[in-house]
């Protein structure tokens, strides 16, 4: 199975500041890599897709890069809805990261 | 705009089993994939398998394999998951997702870009 490890699990950050969220895979997945938002009591949304492209809809403050094992999301400047878990998930063999959650500093 | 709606939440006993629904309004059911994920109560997202309705065919993970069964219903565009001799870790909110369909670039990658609302399930004596 391949295991993918989010870091960090959580991070306090303040409106403004930009974030990196960073997704590591035990073997390589190519770009087979998808980013989502999740916030409480609501279903995950789609983020980020094939590592770099950016789901409709989704505010160009996000971002993804990477292949092979490393991947990174990126929020260039945090907004007020953007705090919430996110979650990588891998579709080689499909399964996710633990999630990182994003909290108000 | 293709929306998944789920069946509403269940409260079971430990060994039983559930069977919870996910009906896809819009779109053409069989032409994409449906899966199923779980998330346990302040945990993380689990996927338990998927099922290709123009095809029948579902395959599952296999920490789930001989306890769970995905089937579709293209008549009815409705998907469901059963889990049977359920324990009190089974206690979670299971959503389905949809991939789209081939041709999509976000089904290469199968990316879930719809989800159902959630359901929540409760394993209790």
């Known amino acids: 199975d391949i295991q993918m490890t989010q870091s960090p699990s959580s991070l306090s950050a303040s409106v403004g500041d930009r974030v990196t969220i960073t997704c590591r895979a035990s073997?390589?997945?190519?770009?087979?890599l998808n980013w989502y938002q999740q916030k409480p009591g609501k279903a995950p949304k789609l983020l980020i897709y094939?590592?770099?492209s950016l789901q409709s809809g989704v505010p160009s403050r996000f971002s993804g890069s990477g292949s092979g094992t490393d991947f990174t999301l990126t929020i260039s400047s945090l907004q007020p809805e953007d705090f919430a878990t996110y979650y990588c998930?891998?579709?080689?063999?499909?399964?996710f990261g633990q999630g990182t959650r994003l909290e108000i500093k | 705009q293709v929306q998944l709606v789920q069946s509403g939440a269940e409260v079971k006993k430990p060994g039983s089993s559930v069977k919870v629904s996910c009906k896809a309004s819009?779109?053409?059911?069989?032409?994409?994939?449906i899966s199923w994920v779980r998330q346990a109560p302040g945990q993380g997202l689990e996927w338990m398998g998927r099922?290709?309705?123009?095809?029948?065919?579902?395959n599952y993970a296999q920490k789930f394999q001989g306890r769970v069964t995905i089937t579709a219903d293209k008549s009815t565009s409705t998907a469901y998951m059963e889990l049977s001799s359920l324990r009190s870790e089974d206690t979670a909110v299971y959503y389905c997702?949809?991939?789209?369909?081939?041709?999509?670039?976000?089904?290469?990658?199968?990316?879930?870009?719809?989800w159902g609302q959630g359901t929540m399930v409760t394993v209790s004596s």
């Open positions: 094939a590592a770099s």
């Open positions: 073997q390589s997945i190519s770009s087979y």
């Open positions: 997702a949809r991939v789209p369909e081939e041709g999509d670039p976000r089904a290469r990658v199968g990316a879930f870009d719809i």
């Open positions: 099922i290709i309705p123009i095809l029948g065919i579902a």
């Open positions: 819009g779109g053409t059911f069989s032409s994409y994939t």
């Open positions: 998930q891998q579709s080689y063999s499909t399964s």
